[in-house]
């Protein structure tokens, strides 16, 4: 699988999303790190769909109980999974890691991984950073246990749902963990760059 160099392009921050993804106001260039406030309310709903999800499906028998309906339960649950899907995907990961990823599927059939990062990485609140992360790895680990337990309990339905949680997860930490690397790579390249171009204006 190829992975085409994802700086040729001009969405690193320039306010214009990337094909596909509507314009967000939290497009634009991020402020000076003085002036770069902390996202509390970003924090919040990368937490708050993910605990719901699991608090839903946690709880699911005894809101069946209630309302004597499965369908309810699932479809919410499912709305939850969703959100935060989406949400990790494309505003926390920007706003608290300054990291974003997409899949593009070219018109030959093959995938093509796309990356972004913010330059200035010393603009990342660290607690924020340790949030986002330990966040992304603990609640994929929670649904694989949950979905061996439906599984093994041959709950099919609820075996179904987890899995979805399950993939969905793994892909936000697929994607988020390439684009680190890359974000990692590129850094290593500018400073390399850098330290050749001072020896050669010393020469």
């Known amino acids: 699988m190829k992975e ?21 106001d939290v497009e634009t ?14 924090v919040i709903a990368h937490l708050f769909f993910k605990i719901a999800a699991l608090a839903t499906f946690l709880f699911s028998d005894f809101i069946t109980e209630l309302n004597s309906n499965f369908v309810v339960s699932f479809i919410v649950t499912v ?20 990291l974003r990823w997409w899949n593009e599927v070219k018109p030959d059939g093959k995938n093509e991984w796309i990356f972004e990062s913010l330059e200035n990485e010393t603009a990342v609140k660290p607690v924020q950073s340790r949030i986002f992360w330990i966040s992304l790895f603990a609640f994929p680990v929670v649904w694989f246990f949950l979905f061996l337990s439906q599984l093994f309990s041959l709950k ?17 930490v697929t994607g988020y963990v ?26």
């Open 156 to 172: 099919w339905n609820w075996a179904i749902l987890c899995a979805l949680a399950l993939a969905l997860s793994t892909a936000n």
């Open 4 to 24: 085409e160099d994802p700086f040729d392009n001009t969405y690193r921050f320039t306010g214009q999303a990337p094909p596909g993804l509507e314009p967000l």
């Open 178 to 203: 390439k684009c680190a690397k890359d974000a990692r790579k590129r850094a290593k390249q500018a400073a390399t760059n850098f330290i050749l171009k001072t020896a050669v204006n010393q020469i």
């Open 29 to 42: 260039p991020p402020p000076p790190l003085t002036q770069n406030a902390s996202h509390p309310k970003t």
């Open 79 to 98: 709305i939850f999974i969703a959100v935060d899907f989406w949400i990790t995907k494309n505003v926390s990961g920007r706003l608290l890691v300054g």
